[in-house]
């Protein structure tokens, strides 16, 4: 008897498949991101595949946790070590996988496992992440523009970015909290 | 952290990267939520039948309308089945349309459950802000009643005294229903005359009439152990699953054909008693006293007879039979005069239900054995055993009891 009720809460906890496949996405994203940056640099870096692998699995059992910063980390470093080429279209690709990892990250963390995702909801967060996609493209449009010419030594771009980091930064650190949340 | 890294190491293809979370965490600080939600939840049936399901509901009052995305996980017990799967919902709060989650709540096998507490998560763009219920989503109790079958007993009543059912009763007295014309007797109402077959044969006859009867059923439910191995209502049944459904089923008849029914559950915290009455609100009180049984006290079963039994009543006792004791019990009531069906409970399949023991099911094939005898012996004390196989099964019996008390009736004094 303790067994078949043992079978019968195996079956209540199974996953939702809308889990499996945020999972499986905040699995593949950075390795896909990672493939990218080899691709962008030529030439590949297994030991950091490997991390970001690793990372990205403990991120998948632990959305709630830290981990992601570190797989954010761990791929930009790669990039900012191999790629050379400052202004590469891959950096849109990068960026729209490391838009897939925060958005999974992030999705992951909003419902218990089992919980069944609705179509809304799924349509509503394919489409933010989408945005942002599109913002990351139009970054590089800047990004193109303002290092292709020959005036650009890079303070066109950097010191707005400057400016803009710190206005950010300090009108985030008031609106920190939900009232009554977290 | 990104983009600082590029405007610091002047790596503008970094900014590119950084741009999708430095969106994000714009978006989600743009529409960060600055009230706090109200959650009110409510289920749709306090009581339900085994099998039945209802709908627990949470509604969200989000003044501020900043929360995208509302999830809850409410806590399910044992014998309860939720949908979606482990009592877990997630929705969108505004493209899902009316603020509203339901969580369907079915209830697998009989007893008090209870269901709850439920946790409440709302999330803003980007889950940038979560919002958790602390209190005021307490654990609500669910009542399940035992499934009763519709239960088609055609066979007559058994000689009772009283004068108010509406079953006929083997003796002729003063009822409704017409029984015969015969020659009058001293004591015989005037008002029973038939005038016209009196003037015709010169003496004086009356009409004579089926008493009413009225019967007196007494459930008398033995929750001592609970035998076998259950899997609620859509799977094998154990002894005090099958006991509770039978005592339902028999109560429910009984009470449909306007006979009072009390009821006395012995269990191992004491005796539960539900004094003789009759209708719809009755059954729904048995039940809830049958569906309270509980096997898991330290009282053990002494055998003797509960106090307070009708005299005239049909003593129905449900009883897996496990031990000797019960139908020594059955015997002793039958020896004080009282009329007496032993429903057996034990469930047909138990020898099987141990597969990974096999001594357990060598046990009770021993113990059938014995009970056979003790069944037998108990027959020949004039106590009807009669197994419980749904609808239909005391037809026999009671058919068996109401001819041997006709006899007992028309026998010369």
């Known amino acids: ?49 490997l991390l970001v692998g690793l ?45 897939v990892f925060h958005a999974a990250l992030a999705a992951a963390t909003l419902a218990p496992e089992t919980a069944p995702w609705t179509l809304a909801m799924r349509r509503r967060w394919t489409r933010r992440g989408a945005a942002l996609i599109v913002a990351s493209a139009a970054m590089w449009v800047i990004v193109v523009v303002t290092t292709t010419h020959a005036w650009s030594d890079g303070t066109w771009l950097f010191a707005p970015a400057l400016l803009i980091l710190a206005a950010g930064a300090t009108w985030a650190s008031r609106r920190a909290t939900w009232a009554g949340g977290r | ?52 399901a209802t709908t627990w509901r949470f509604s969200v ?18 014998w309860i089945v939720a949908q979606p799967a482990d009592g877990a919902a997630a ?66 009543s058994v000689h009772r005294p009283g004068l108010i059912g509406v079953n006929r009763s083997p003796r002729q007295s003063a009822g409704t229903e017409f029984a015969s014309i015969r020659p009058f007797q001293p004591g015989d109402r005037l008002r029973r005359i038939h005038w016209s077959r009196s003037l015709r044969t010169g003496t004086l006859h009356v009409t004579s009439t089926w008493a009413d009867h009225d019967r007196h059923v007494v459930l008398l439910v033995e929750g001592f152990d609970d035998i076998g191995r259950s899997e609620g209502i859509d799977g094998s049944t154990s002894s005090l699953d099958l006991t509770l459904r039978a005592a339902g089923s028999i109560a429910e008849h009984f009470l449909e054909v306007g006979d009072r029914v009390a009821l006395v559950v012995l269990d191992n915290r004491g005796i539960h008693r539900l004094p003789a009455a009759g209708g719809s609100r009755h059954l729904r009180r048995l039940l809830e006293t049958l569906s309270t049984t509980d096997p898991t006290g330290r009282l053990n079963d002494t055998g003797r007879v509960p106090r307070g039994l009708h005299p005239g009543a049909l003593v129905v006792m449900l009883s897996p039979l496990a031990s000797p004791t019960a139908l020594e019990r059955a015997v002793t009531m039958a020896a004080h005069g009282r009329s007496v069906v032993v429903v057996d409970c034990l469930p047909r399949d138990i020898t099987q239900q141990f597969p990974g023991d096999p001594l357990a099911g060598v046990a009770w094939r021993i113990r059938s054995l014995e009970r056979a005898l003790e069944i037998e012996r108990a027959g020949e004390s004039g106590v009807a055993v009669v197994q419980w196989r749904g609808p239909g099964s005391l037809d026999q019996v009671l058919r068996n009891m109401r001819s041997n008390a006709t006899e007992r009736s028309q026998r010369p004094t």
Do not use: K, Y
């Open chain 2, 91 to 156: 929705a969108g709060l505004r493209d899902d349309g009316d603020r509203v989650l339901d969580i369907g709540v079915r209830a697998t096998r009989w007893g008090r459950h209870r269901v709850g507490p439920a946790r409440v998560v709302a999330s803003s763009a980007w889950a940038g802000f979560q919002w958790v219920s602390e209190s005021g989503l307490d654990a609500r109790s669910l009542l399940t009643l035992p499934r009763t079958t519709h239960f088609d007993a055609t066979a007559g």
């Open chain 1, 55 to 99: 990372l990205a699995a403990l991120c998948a059992v632990h959305p709630d946790s830290h981990f992601g910063v570190l797989v954010v980390a761990a791929v930009a470093i790669e990039w900012l070590a191999i790629v050379d080429h400052h202004a590469t279209a891959w950096s849109i690709a990068a960026a729209a996988a490391l838009t």
């Open chain 1, 1 to 49: 008897m303790t067994n078949e009720r043992d079978e019968r809460a195996e079956d209540r906890d199974q996953p939702a498949r809308s889990t499996v496949v945020l999972r499986a996405l905040i699995v593949s994203s950075p390795l896909a991101a990672v493939g990218v940056t080899w691709l962008a640099a030529g030439r590949a870096v297994l030991p950091v595949a």
């Open chain 2, 1 to 52: 952290m990104l983009a600082g890294a590029a405007v610091l190491g002047h790596r503008p293809d970094l900014l590119v990267l950084a741009a999708p979370f430095v969106g994000a965490a714009v978006w989600a600080a743009l529409l960060r939520p600055t009230t706090p939600l109200t959650v009110h939840q409510s289920m749709g049936h306090p009581t339900l039948s085994e099998g039945d």
């Open chain 2, 61 to 78: 009052d989000d003044p501020g309308c900043h929360a995208d995305d509302i999830a809850v996980r409410l806590r399910v017990p044992e």
